[in-house]
């Protein structure tokens, strides 16, 4: 991971948020995850949540089965 820079408040559209420079590679940019549920009008906790399955479809898909699997004992 790189260093990551806060460049201050950028603009898209009726959006302001935090830019940040850095983190997934050379010249990449990232969003804060509370500015990104602010565009989608989401709870923060819904988009760590999209964020995860994403990153970690395999462990989520193995959690629903131990789930169901406890269900029926």
């Known amino acids: 991971m790189n260093e990551l820079k806060v460049l201050g408040t950028e603009k898209i559209g009726k959006f302001e948020f935090t830019g940040i420079k850095g983190g997934f590679g050379e010249n ?14 989401r709870p923060v906790k819904a988009i760590n949540q999209a964020i995860n399955i994403a990153l970690h479809p395999h462990d989520l898909r193995w959690s629903y089965v131990l789930r169901a699997w406890q269900g029926f004992s």
Request: aromatic residues 0%; proline residues 0%; hydrophobic residues 50%.
């Open 28 to 41: 990449k940019k990232a969003m804060l995850v509370k500015d990104i549920a602010t565009i989608h009008d």
